[in-house]
Structure formats: structure tokens, C-alpha cells
């Protein structure tokens, strides 16, 4: 009897729920204690939880541009791909709402942006164009969810209008963009329009966020879609489809690598006091290690190679080695940025020379956060097996749509 | 710096214009009247004379006691920032209630503003405790209530008694310039900067008279005077924030 529970499935299962569990608790102290039991400081107000919701936000953005590849661009034959995007995209959205709800002092009041606007604030700007696009995504993802065995038996009717909302995916599809594109780039604008530090001030910021979410949104999606299938026969993908958006990740990277080296080469050169400082705790302080290798090495050069050169990309292992290092580079540059503009402490007094501070996550961010993040893999889990997230063979069967060359599903 | 902004606005505005429609127009309205600072009748401002200033701290402990704040946070420090001769320099630093507030543009519910004075006030029924404004703001004169202030206030009431509400836990807050006594003060027909219970807690508590307050708008009045005859600086000026708190340097004195 007890062995036939402990199956895989049930192990995985149980594991994020600990996970799950221990941080709902920790949660329930930050609420109870406030955010003093945090490492977070007036000098660095904004540390784990926050790098975790500008994570979460980018590695979503396979949804939006897997999207409007297909719906507006017209590469239908990826349709199966972008229907894993969307759903990793609504994981990751409630995943980033859930770490802000953690992180702002007075969560009680988070709908206040919802009525008072201040239309200059990034910021609020951000909010609402989340808030926009998860209703999005819900709509977009209204067809997967009408996949559930229970609710088709249940609610025939239901799933059947539900399944009807695909008719409307170009249109859902270019909102989507539109949100997409504007928020994303704001995310990095938050930082960018901070003139008192003169590391994040600068216009490219926008524009490095923007990019980097869609290579690491991609990347995520491609690589859960792969792992899924490695893992469980309810997941079923097209290798060739995979094959052959990861060869576009590719190139798109070598963009990305441009746009990061060139701008904090740039750096090198447009002195500032305060903008120099930062960039040598990238370059040569504490960060260095996350910068050279974890951002530019493992999560540009690598996986660039990989992906590009034919024989390591048909190769799955290798292929899913360079989508996780991807991902993997995507977060740590969202660390570095948001870090190393508060290490530097610009003084306000006249002469005083430039300051330094430290941070590192406290157990009960680290707890809370890895709780997100188990959140996440649940609910992705729980697709793949009930609404069969994964599973290029589905489209294939209902819809005339797909193109000769995207060959047979393979189940793996 | 501030071309950018304009267009920015303007971009936004037609975005949430176009969002707006259900939400209705009141909020936009309310957003314009924030964003392009009004002027009023007085323009409150500060001038810290750093030739006088030594450092004793009074500013800060009359500040703890009149707005009832949390001992382990300074709505206003006071910095050594070095030597002019035999004599060590102090800079106090308040809130610089600028004109331009960094801290007013990035908030996302408009809980930080401007009032017609000038004054940079904050809403803190409003404030959600995002803590955006403590990173924009040049100056780290912010501070975000990490735990909630219980039990007695430990500068009270040697230094004064609280006039203002203390603020609940998960809030950002910051030096008002007393609004309370400002407005108090104005109603009972007195001016701020020459009667006392008018003046911001820190300038009345000074024991060397190293602060001024008072009305830009009134040519007569005594920072208007100060600025006048004294060259006199401010904080991190290349921003553009244009602080409404000035420092007459204790060097230029000396010399004088």
C-alpha cells in the first residue's frame, strides 16, 4: 500500500509542498512580524523578494512573444509551443504578485494603484500593465484549463466556450504584446529614471530588460517543455519545433550579449561618480563572479555556442543544458543590476567621499522565496499531468492549421 | 533631463487615457494637478547656517518629540562633514522638500505631494510601503517604518509633546517641515519663521539660532533676507531637484 504512493510523482509532490508548507509559515511571520525580520534596509530597501519578482515577470515573457510569433506573425506551426508559454506565463505572473505582496510594507492596501494614479510613477505605470496582462493571460489560457478531465465532465458547456476563446488569440495576442512590451521595458525604466544613482541612470536599461526577457522567456518555456517530456508520457513534444526556436534563441542572445557587454563597456567611459563605483563591484568586487561567469560566460557565451553550433543543438541534453544556463544568466542579471545600484551608497554631502553597504536574503526571505518558486513548479507540474500543458500532439490533432514540415510528435 | 519627462507624460497620459475609460476622469484630473508644482501664496523654505551650527543634535531630539518618531529613525540628521580651521562643520540634513521631488514622480498612488506651499507631504493612509521613494530620493531622507513604534517615546517630554499621529508599521516617512505648526500657526494669525509655535520644532529648538524659516515669496522675510546677502548652496544641485533647503557655508563666513 505505502509503496504504491511513493511513486516519482508523489515524491515531487511532496517535496514542494514542504517547501510550500515552510514558506507559507514564514510567510505568515513576515505578515505577523513586519518587515524588520527581513535583511532588507533603508539603504537597501529592495533585495530577494524583488529580484525574484523581476525573475519571475522576464522568464514570462515567452508567453507574450511566443504569441505574437504565432498569432500575428503567422508561424503557426509553433502554436504548440506557444500554448506551454502562455501557461508558464500565468505561472509566472502569480508568481511575481505573490513576492510583491510579500514586499510591500502595507499589502492590505495594493489595490490603492488601482485608484490613485500617478501617471509619472513606473512604477504604477507597472502595476496596472501587470494587473492588465494577467487578465490576459487568464483569457489566453481559458482554452488549457477547459483541457481538465473534471471540469469537461462537470461543466460540458463551460469548457466549450472556454475552448472558443482560442477564436480570439490574435487579438488577445496583440494586447499582449502591447502590455508586454511596455512593461517589461518599464521594469527596467524603474531603475533607469533613478537620477540620484548614476549606475542605473541611463536609457538602456529599458531596453536590456526588454531583451532579456524575451531570450530567458523562451528559453524557460522551451526548457520546461523539454524537461516535462523527459520526466512524464503526459508530456509530448515536437523535438523539431523545439530544435528549432532554440536555433532563434540563439541568435537572439548573440543581440543580447551586444546590448550588456557594449553597456558596461560604455560604462567604462562615461564617468560618474557613482556609475564607475558600480560598475567595478560587477566587474571586480562582490558581484564579479556573478557578472563574468554566471551572466556573460554561462549564461551568453555557452550557451550561444551551444545553440548555434548544429551538433550540440540537435543534441537534447546539450540543448537543455544552454535554455537552463539561459534562464539562469536572465535572473542573475536582474540580481546584479538591482544589487549593485544600492551597494553604492551616493552621499548627499558635499565632498564626502562614495559609500558601500552590504546585503544578503535573511532565512525568512530565502524560506518565502523558495516557496514561490515551489508554487510555481507545482502548478506547472499539476498542468503538464491535468490540462496537458506539454503535449505537441494536441493542436496537431484539432487543428488543420499545422504546416507539413513540423513533422511527427514525438513522445519521449 | 527634463525633455525626456515631458514626453514621457505625454506618452503616459494618452496610455491612460486610453486605459482611463471605466475608471473615470477624476484620478487623471488629480494627477495633473499634482505634477506641474502650484504655486501658492507662501513658498516655505529652510536656510541652515553652517558657520553657526555645532553639532549639538537639538534639531534632531525636538524632531523625535514634536512629530512622535520611532527612535531607532531621523526625519533629520545632523552629519560632521569636516574642519574650517580650529572648528568642526556640521551639515543637518532634513527633508529637502524639493521642487522638483524625485520621490513625488516615482510614487505609484500619489501618496507622497505637493502641497501649494511647497511643502513635500506624505498621505500616510495612502502609502502602500513599496519603498520606491526611499530609492529615489538623492538624499536618504526617508525612512520606512520596519516595525511598528509602541510604548513610550523616550524624547517626550523633555523635548516637546507630539503634535501629529504617529505612523503605523509599513509606511515610508519623512521630515514635514511641521506642517502642523505651519498651518496651525497660520490660523491663529501668526508667521511662521518669526513666531515660535509657527516654526518647524528644529529652528524654534536651536540654541545658536543656525536655522531660518520662513517665505520665499515674501522678499522681507528672513530666508529671503539670509539667501540675499549670503552666498549659500544646496545639496546635490546638479539633479535639478531644487532643494527648498539652502546652507550658507561656513567657509564663505569666515571670510566675509
Same mark, same amino acid.
Request: with cysteine; net charge negative; aromatic share 6%.
Given at each position: 500500500m505505502l509503496k504504491k504512493l511513493i511513486t516519482p510523482w508523489t515524491a515531487w509532490l511532496a517535496f514542494l509542498g514542504i517547501l510550500l508548507l515552510t514558506g507559507l509559515v514564514a510567510g505568515i511571520f513576515v505578515f505577523w512580524k513586519? %518587515?524588520?525580520? /527581513?535583511?532588507?534596509? &533603508?539603504?537597501?530597501?529592495?533585495g530577494l523578494w524583488i529580484t525574484m519578482d523581476l525573475s519571475a515577470i522576464a522568464l514570462a515573457a515567452g508567453a507574450f512573444s511566443l504569441c505574437a510569433a504565432v !498569432?500575428?506573425?503567422?508561424?503557426?506551426?509553433?502554436e504548440p509551443i506557444a500554448r506551454t508559454a502562455t501557461f508558464v506565463g500565468l505561472i509566472g505572473y502569480t508568481m511575481a504578485m505573490l513576492a510583491l505582496v510579500l514586499d510591500?510594507?502595507?499589502? &492590505?492596501?495594493?489595490?490603492?494603484a488601482l485608484v490613485y494614479?500617478? /501617471? !509619472?510613477s513606473l512604477l504604477w505605470e507597472v502595476t496596472i500593465a501587470i494587473m492588465l496582462y494577467t487578465t490576459v493571460l487568464v483569457f489566453e489560457t481559458m482554452p488549457i484549463f477547459a483541457r481538465f478531465e473534471w471540469l469537461r465532465h462537470r461543466f460540458p458547456k463551460l469548457t466549450t466556450r472556454m475552448e472558443h476563446i482560442h477564436h480570439y488569440a490574435p487579438i488577445l495576442a496583440i494586447i499582449g504584446l502591447g502590455l508586454s512590451s511596455m512593461h517589461q521595458s518599464s521594469l527596467g525604466a524603474a531603475y533607469?529614471?533613478?537620477?540620484?544613482r548614476p549606475f542605473w541612470f541611463k536609457p538602456e536599461m529599458s531596453v536590456l530588460f526588454m531583451l532579456s526577457a524575451i531570450v530567458g522567456g523562451i528559453a524557460l518555456t522551451l526548457l520546461a517543455s523539454m524537461l516535462a517530456s523527459r520526466l512524464t508520457p503526459k508530456a509530448k513534444v515536437n523535438d523539431a519545433l523545439i530544435e528549432r526556436v532554440s536555433r532563434f534563441v540563439g541568435w537572439l542572445l548573440i543581440g543580447y550579449f551586444y546590448f550588456r557587454v557594449w553597456d558596461a563597456l560604455s560604462m567604462s567611459y562615461t564617468y560618474d561618480p557613482g556609475r564607475s563605483e558600480g560598475l567595478q563591484l560587477m566587474?571586480?568586487?562582490? %558581484?564579479a563572479f556573478n557578472f563574468?561567469?554566471?551572466?556573460?560566460?554561462?549564461?551568453m557565451i555557452v550557451p550561444m555556442t551551444l545553440l548555434l553550433y548544429r551538433p550540440t543543438r540537435t543534441n537534447r541534453f546539450c540543448r537543455m543544458i544552454a535554455l537552463f544556463l539561459i534562464a539562469t544568466g536572465v535572473v542573475a542579471f536582474r540580481w546584479d543590476i538591482n544589487i549593485s545600484g544600492f551597494l553604492v551608497v551616493m552621499p548627499y554631502l558635499p565632498g564626502q567621499a562614495i559609500g558601500y553597504t552590504s546585503y544578503r536574503p535573511s532565512l525568512i526571505e530565502i524560506l518565502t522565496g523558495s516557496a514561490i518558486i515551489a508554487y510555481g513548479l507545482i502548478a506547472f507540474s499539476l498542468g503538464v499531468k491535468y490540462?496537458?500543458?506539454? &503535449? !505537441?500532439?494536441l493542436i496537431e490533432q484539432t487543428q488543420?492549421?499545422?504546416?507539413?514540415?513540423?513533422g511527427e510528435a514525438v513522445p519521449v | 533631463m527634463t525633455k525626456p519627462n515631458i514626453n514621457r507624460r505625454e506618452f503616459l497620459k494618452l496610455t491612460a487615457v486610453g486605459v482611463a475609460v471605466a475608471a473615470g476622469t477624476r484620478a487623471v484630473a488629480s494627477t495633473e494637478a499634482s505634477s506641474d508644482t502650484p504655486k501658492g501664496k507662501h513658498q516655505w523654505a529652510m536656510v541652515i547656517d553652517q558657520s553657526k551650527?555645532?553639532?549639538?543634535?537639538y534639531c534632531t531630539l525636538a524632531c523625535q518629540a514634536h512629530n512622535d518618531i520611532?527612535?531607532?529613525?531621523?526625519?533629520n540628521t545632523v552629519n560632521e562633514?569636516?574642519?574650517v580651521g580650529e572648528k568642526h562643520v556640521f551639515l543637518p540634513r532634513p527633508c529637502?522638500?524639493?521642487?522638483?521631488?524625485p520621490c513625488v514622480e516615482v510614487c505609484p498612488v500619489q501618496a507622497t505631494y505637493y502641497r501649494d506651499d511647497g511643502i513635500v507631504m506624505m498621505d500616510y493612509e495612502r502609502c502602500?510601503?513599496?519603498r520606491y521613494c526611499e530609492v529615489a530620493c538623492p538624499y536618504q531622507a526617508r525612512s520606512f517604518n520596519w516595525k511598528a513604534f509602541e510604548?513610550?517615546?523616550?524624547?517626550v517630554p523633555e523635548w516637546g509633546y507630539p503634535e501629529v499621529e504617529r505612523r503605523p508599521r509599513g509606511v515610508v516617512e519623512k521630515c514635514s517641515f511641521c506642517y502642523q505648526r505651519i498651518d496651525r500657526g497660520l490660523e491663529r494669525g501668526l508667521t511662521p519663521g518669526l513666531d515660535q509655535d509657527a516654526t518647524p520644532a528644529c529652528v524654534v529648538v536651536c540654541p545658536v539660532g543656525a536655522r531660518l524659516f520662513g517665505?520665499?515669496?515674501?522678499?522681507?522675510?528672513n530666508v529671503s533676507k539670509a539667501l540675499r546677502e549670503n552666498p549659500s548652496y544646496r545639496l546635490r544641485e546638479n539633479l535639478g531637484t531644487e532643494p527648498r533647503v539652502y546652507y550658507l557655508p561656513a567657509v564663505a563666513k569666515k571670510e566675509a
Open positions: 513586519g %518587515l524588520s525580520i /527581513t535583511n532588507l534596509t &533603508d539603504l537597501v530597501p529592495w !498569432h500575428l506573425m503567422g508561424l503557426k506551426r509553433y510591500i510594507g502595507r499589502p &492590505d492596501r495594493f489595490w490603492k494614479w500617478n /501617471t !509619472h533607469g529614471i533613478i537620477k540620484g566587474t571586480k568586487g562582490p %558581484l563574468w561567469i554566471v551572466e556573460l560566460l554561462l549564461g490540462l496537458r500543458v506539454v &503535449d !505537441h500532439s488543420e492549421t499545422v504546416t507539413e514540415q513540423s | 551650527c555645532i553639532g549639538c543634535g520611532n527612535p531607532e529613525l531621523q526625519w562633514v569636516g574642519m529637502l522638500h524639493c521642487e522638483k521631488a502602500i510601503g513599496c510604548g513610550e517615546n523616550p524624547m517665505d520665499l515669496n515674501d522678499p522681507e522675510s
